[in-house]
């Protein structure tokens, strides 16, 4: 073989090299998207989607380029090339703006003048045969025969330009891989890789032995290669626990600790230490599995306990399950106030008791005896108080009432309003009273406790407006309405009528409107006494859902 066949021979494989180089990152790069569908966040997947299908566009080119017979043909690659490599910028900026939980991707402004500038940079671009400013074009033999481009002032402006904001989707990457707690090794090398071939750029601008070409197709093609198949899942464990402020705790299939975030570290500090790999019940042995609920978990610190309720989310890849999450809430204040509550509630617990038990039984003993001696002597002494001991008793009972409506309501469930007043009325003693339903609405409620309501209202009124009183309700803007065509309550006692033992009865307790003040409050509503715009008293119950 002769020196210039071996030379052309070289040239050859040179070439063959870069054909196969950027015809197999465009072949790695499509290949890639047979697996988008595997990535969950559908922003995060839709720029992923965008940037690989223009990276593999973008190293096509290049081939065409490559092979182009002549001149014009590889100019023309190159431009089509130029302008698909440039929406690569805008589909990295997308991509790392959903995968780190950011907004810049959504934001209106900033995506019409990203449109624009687009727009612009290619038109400049593909008009450059006329004005000969972005680039130029000759023909040289090294490393082999092709067409070299001459870059001007314009593209090297653009390219400074769009590194530039590359560096912002770099920056983004790299803050989220620093908010977990885990090893992103291999997730910053293969993010790096995708920069690398800048320094290949470069060497192709300043030394004859490379070709003055991007070689970026080359890195996202690397990337996506081992994205997909290889570290897919630590990808999305990184993007779920990364974008949560809560702690959170990822396990695998076996449920091992397979990672956390820096939230879930500093909650759990002493926990998650070389915790990588351990079973879950071996690093929170106080999570009980079989629990289909959402579970608390307590910390205890110099503070005082603090209590995080567990909720729990299967984490998968596509199709394929690649474990759960763990995601931590904090919800001390909500708990301290439910525990001290439950203790107030034991203490009324308590309370009731005695009054039901041991005060009850000597005014049992008491009204025993005091018949015995009704039915010895004839004295008003004793009459007077046996009535002193029933009015006692019926103290007691209402006492015992007001305690129980205002402990608070665990569940509720859809009620009539209609059908709940006519069925209290029907359990009061109402004489010739006359009660009036004005209109109908459904709403949440304990039917047990809305029925003591309706009773001591529909009591109130026949008390203090007389046997034949009519009684209304109806339903208002945000509640419902009980008035009464009675005398009505001056405005100055309004406000105290729904004290515990406010009575302006010689027979009454005063716990009747209390306890409707009770039950208001244990279901969250408000209540105002005012009047009827024709008289009488009028009870408004707003805040009803």
Known sequence: MTGTSAMTAGFGAVKLAYVAAFAAAAILTFGSLARIGDVQDADTRRGLAWLLAGSGSWAASTVGFLLAPGPTLSVAFHTIGLVIGLSTVGAWLYFTSA???????????????????????????????????????????????????QNGVLHWTVM?????????????LFERFEAVSFDTTPLLVLVGLTGLPIVLDIAGFTSPALIDVTYEPIGVAVFAAGLFFVFLDQFQAVRVAGERDDPVVALDTDDRIHQFNQAAERVFPDRLQGSIGKPLDAVFPDLVETSEEKQLVEVTDTGGPQYYRVATTPFTGGQTRLGRLLVFTDVTQEERARRKQARQNERLDRFTSTVSHDLRNPLTVARGRLEI????????????????????????????????????????????????ATEAWEMVQTHEATLEVAGERTFEADPDRLA????????NAVEHAGPDVTVTVEPIEEGFAVGDDGPGIPPEERSKVLESGYSTADSGTGFGLAIVSEVADAHGWSVQVTAREAGGARFEFSGVN
Do not use: W
């Open 99 to 149: 995968y780190t939980s950011r907004s810049i991707h959504r934001n209106p402004t900033l995506r019409r003048i990203a449109l624009a500038v687009f727009l612009l940079v290619v038109a400049v671009k593909v008009t450059n045969p006329i004005h000969g400013l972005y680039y130029g074009v000759e023909m040289v033999q090294t490393p082999f025969p092709h067409v070299a481009i």
């Open 373 to 420: 001696a009704a039915e010895e002597t004839d004295s008003e002494h004793v009459e007077t108080a046996l009535s002193a001991l029933e009015r006692m008793e019926t103290m007691i009972e209402d006492l015992l009432d007001l305690a129980r409506h205002g402990q608070p309501i665990d569940e509720t469930e859809p009620v009539s309003l209609s059908t709940a």
């Open 160 to 172: 400074g330009a769009s590194y530039a904001l590359s560096a912002i989707g770099y920056f983004m």
């Open 452 to 459: 003591s309501l309706f009773e001591n209202l529909f009591r």
